[in-house]
């Protein structure tokens, strides 16, 4: 077999995709003729791709390990002195390999879902298993024929292999892209499951209850991913960060956010049976974020420090992801009827799917001619081909359904004051945010498709923008907490929100009044974005971000702990309390609350997790806010002397050298004080690997406090006068993004702790949970706390210049000047002038310098570099014509969602007035006093409902 080794891995793959499709077809012949025997046959298929996959992934690790260069992608990302940790990561260390990871982890989720179902949910398990089977094929045929991480190179095997990306030898690479893996891929589950209740027509919540748990261990990871990916850029790319609004960053981000949606609408569906349409959407709309997330990464279609190279799997996506909405759009619009609460007749379902897709011919080819013909077709696009698109449908909708009933009766949204209405809103914010990422994401290939135009959107843009847009999502948490469903009486309303009231506005007061002797300002003034009143107006929302995001931290946090004061409050009234034991209580709060929260009914269990979830979230945007009052400074420093920086202050102690078999290490000593007192030291350096000697790698040195972190870059060392040209950063709070994301991860443990099956040993249901969760809980607390070495560049043949040399800014002035253009070399991934350190960049800030020297502004000094270059060049698109468009478009469609849920809303009240009349009363005392006692005795049974 050493003989045939390659053959036989794509031969592996091959035999994947013949038992995917047998079980594909059994599958679907089982939901049809619906006997047991095929469905069986169907389930050992899943099986036996479970296992061939898994074959597949052993035989690419035992490659690496026994150093097989003569398949391509083992010479391509390993060699022989790398150790055997790394060279089990250099699986999904490149494209071909990480696909293959990709389909693995697939296949963990698929047999784990196939032995969940068991005798379960027999109705939809042939569709489950169809639907998983068909990702199965797409990616196996990827990977047979585009992307076989088996094929062999042409001159045969090397001596010894290229070496994986120093980048990625470090621990978060060890465990960041397989914890988003399992984010992405999980999200399969819950769309498969979406896909058979719509094949099934059984649309209540039964597929969303069998799906619950895959859709938050998936979000769950989404998070954990997003949040490793901050940590990693933040200790390795050494420019002094944790979240660039990279394009790939932000297609993990994106599933995040409908995820997120999801998690909240999918409630109403289930405490008062609306939105089953919405959900539906939701759930292939998060799966479709993951696919498209992933062209964007394979494609190279977007410039990015984390993309793979340009290849043509890009096209592979487009069209299975082409395929994915036309399968659903069709299915969804054959389910029209049930989805929206009419009766299932055959004519109605051919109404509904003949109109859907007249809308959707009509929509693609105008949607072309105009973008070629109308001048500023981005805003008149949408608005031309709505209004006829919509016309067209009514027609032809009203034509065929003429002498069918349609009127629907269901349940409705009764008051604004109320979680159902507030949920509605978070998902309008949410889908808002995800459109405006996205629309700012693929900006660049729109501009260029459209206009024939090459722009860039960089950090700047996107922090000026979405900050608006997070603190409505951020007060919208708060607010649903307090609001009870279907309405909520003014009474409640002022009880629930006394108390985060005054924490809200108690934090605006002692912001204003000591804020600024702490360091942390309520205003912080930044430069604008666009010159003119636009510029201006986002300039003065952003100054004012600090004030608020804080205040509306307590306000959060005062409603999560409100929250759980009522809760033990009950528990101990009714006597609940008593079944936690005292030793617990006595060995600290900690042991007593989580057994509390475990042995909470699982309804309650769910909420509860939630708002520890919250809590996490309260801590992560507190750290994000920190951002607000970053402190940067550049400096030249001998050996002796002394910079202070804030209340820190740092003495270079010198530079020393350290080698081992691989590199030469220059470190450049400091001792730390804080406020007059030893903090601790700090160990800058740069890394020279000898197979990589022309790009030296740099060394983040932290100093972790609560308060803030000291974070200390060196550019180079002069060996002759030991001179040290270096980076300080002082960066607010960001600890508290870790201490929140490993809150998050409890509060999701507490939200899927199982449940006590009554048919099992109750030691085997106790061990089997125990081990689940302390197993999560480890690896959050690995994730969260673990110490590493940090490495701060891409190195390879047409990678990033991102800090593999020194980059010298002289003034606010300058920086101010370089973070608003890029490096237009054409050798990176059109890093800003302020961070790239390429040979262009030098000349381009060397002659930047220049203008300023000559009086020149830094408007004149931007227009003419776009003149230069055009406007690529830009780290923002310019405010003019149709490049308005990238923030226009999003900000319309946001608008026009929200009047859509108020006219939603208002259409649910009619509704609601017009089936429920007011019955005639007397106007006498005893009738009001009635009829306020069966109210509020209705309000009461809810509340027992709410709380198990």
């Not at 290939?445 to 135009?453: L, Q």
Request: hydrophobic content about 50%; charged content about 15%.
């Amino acid at each position: 077999m050493w003989q045939t080794f390659p053959l036989f891995g794509s031969t592996l793959l091959l035999c994947v995709m013949v038992v995917a499709a047998y079980t594909f077809a059994v599958s679907l012949a089982a939901g049809t003729t619906g006997r047991p025997r095929t469905l069986q046959a169907a389930r050992f298929g899943a099986y036996g791709t479970v296992f061939l996959i898994a074959s597949c992934v052993l035989c690419l690790a035992y490659a690496f390990v026994s150093h097989d260069f003569r398949l391509r992608y083992v010479a391509h990302y390993s060699d022989r002195s790398m150790d055997k940790v790394f060279l089990f990561t250099a699986l999904w260390g490149g494209q071909d390999g990480s696909l293959l990871w990709w389909l693995f982890l697939l296949s963990l989720y698929i047999g784990t879902c196939v032995f969940v179902l068991g005798k379960k949910h027999l109705a939809l398990q042939p569709y489950i298993i169809a639907t998983m089977m068909a990702v199965v094929l797409f990616f196996g045929v990827l990977m047979a024929f585009a992307a076989n991480p088996f094929s062999t190179s042409v001159g045969g095997a090397r001596g010894d292999g290229e070496g994986l990306n120093v980048l990625l030898q470090d621990f978060y690479m060890i465990i960041h892209p397989p914890s988003l893996y399992v984010g992405f891929v999980g999200c399969t589950i819950p769309f498969a499951y979406a896909i058979a209740a719509l094949v099934t027509g059984r649309l209540d919540t039964e597929w969303i209850t069998a799906s619950r748990k895959f859709t938050l261990f998936s979000w769950l990871f989404l998070g954990i991913g997003n949040t490793l990916g901050m940590l990693w850029a933040y200790v390795e790319l050494g420019w002094g960060g944790y979240w660039a609004w990279d394009p790939v960053e932000n297609a993990a981000f994106l599933p995040f956010l409908t995820s997120s949606a999801f998690i909240h609408s999918v409630m109403i569906q289930e405490r008062r049976g609306l939105l089953k349409l919405w959900n539906i959407f939701l759930v292939c709309l998060t799966f479709f974020m993951t696919i498209f997330g992933t062209f964007l990464t394979r494609s190279g279609a977007i410039a990015s420090v984390h993309s793979f190279a340009q290849s043509s799997i890009g096209t592979y996506f487009l069209y299975f992801l082409a395929l994915a909405i036309g399968v659903v759009l069709t299915l969804i619009l054959y389910r029209w009827p049930e989805l929206r609460h009419l009766p299932p007749s055959p004519r109605l379902r051919k109404a509904a799917v003949i109109s859907g897709w007249t809308m959707v011919l009509l929509a693609a080819p105008g949607g072309w001619a105009l973008a070629h013909y109308l001048p500023w077709p981005v805003l008149t696009i949408p608005l031309l081909l709505g209004f006829t698109v919509y016309a067209g449908v009514e027609v032809v909708f009203r034509r065929m359904t003429a002498g069918i009933e349609t009127h629907t009766e269901r349940p409705e949204i009764e008051s604004i004051f109320s979680r159902e209405f507030t949920f509605v809103m978070n998902n309008w914010a949410l889908l808002g945010f995800m459109v405006f990422v996205l629309a700012a994401t693929t900006f660049p290939m729109i501009s260029e498709a459209f206009w024939n135009e090459k722009v860039t959107v960089g950090p700047p843009y996107y922090n000026a923008w979405v900050q608006p847009i997070g603190l409505v999502i951020f007060a919208l948490m708060g607010c649903g907490s307090l609001l009870g469903w279907k309405k909520t009486s003014p009474d409640a309303l002022r009880r629930n929100f006394m108390a985060p009231g005054i924490a809200f506005v108690v934090a605006i007061v002692l912001h204003f009044a000591v804020g600024k002797r702490l360091g942390f300002p309520a205003i912080a003034f930044s430069e604008p974005i666009y010159p003119g009143t636009l510029g201006q107006v986002l300039r003065a929302f952003n100054a004012v971000t600090p004030v608020m995001g804080v205040s509306l931290c307590a306000f959060n946090a005062a409603v999560i702990v409100q929250e759980f004061v009522l809760l033990f409050r009950s528990r101990r009234k009714s006597g609940a309390s008593a079944g936690t034991p005292a030793a617990l209580w006595y060995a600290g709060f900690f042991p007593g609350f989580l057994y509390t929260m475990m042995t909470l009914p699982p309804t309650s269990r769910r909420r509860y997790g939630g708002y520890i979830v919250h809590m996490g979230i309260v801590l992560m945007v507190l750290g994000f806010t920190g951002h607000s009052w970053n402190i940067d400074r550049e400096t030249a420093m001998m050996p002796g002397q002394v910079y202070q920086i804030d209340n820190y202050a740092l003495e270079y102690m010198g530079p020393r050298m350290e080698l081992d078999n691989s590199k030469r290490m220059v470190f450049a000593d400091f001792r730390v004080t804080k406020d007059g007192k030893f903090a601790g030291y700090v160990n800058p350096a740069k890394f020279i690997y000898k197979k990589n000697a022309e790009q030296p790698t740099t060394e983040v040195a932290l100093l972790h406090t609560l308060r803030d972190d000291l974070y200390v870059v060196v550019g180079a060392i002069n060996p002759q006068t030991k001179l040290a040209t270096l980076q300080f950063h002082v960066n607010p709070l960001v600890t508290w993004i870790w201490f929140g994301c490993m809150i998050l991860i409890l509060g999701s443990i507490v939200c899927m702790w199982p449940e006590l099956q009554p048919e099992e040993s109750r030691v085997w249901a106790v061990a089997r949970g125990t081990a689940g969760a302390v197993g999560s809980m480890t690896l959050g607390l690995i994730i969260a706390l673990m110490p590493v070495t940090a490495h701060a560049q891409s190195v390879g043949a047409g990678a990033s210049s991102l800090h593999a040399g020194t980059v010298h800014i002289e003034s606010p002035a300058e920086k101010e000047v370089f973070s608003a253009l890029r490096c237009m070399c054409g050798g990176c991934a059109r890093d800003l002038l302020s961070t790239c350190a390429c040979g262009t960049a030098d000349e381009a800030r060397d002659a930047i310098r220049a203008k300023m020297r000559a009086g020149e502004t830094k408007d004149q000094i931007v227009l003419a570099y776009q003149k230069q270059y055009g406007s690529e060049a830009l780290a923002i698109p310019p405010n003019t014509g149709a490049m308005r468009s990238i923030y226009a478009v999003p900000l319309a469609a946001i608008a026009a969602g929200g009047v859509g849920v108020m006219v939603l809303f208002r259409r649910w009240r009619g509704n609601s007035k017009g089936q429920q009349p007011a019955p005639k009363k007397d106007k006498g005392k005893d009738d009001v006093k009635t009829k306020r006692d069966e109210y509020d005795a209705r309000l009461d049974e809810e509340l027992r409902d709410l709380d198990d």
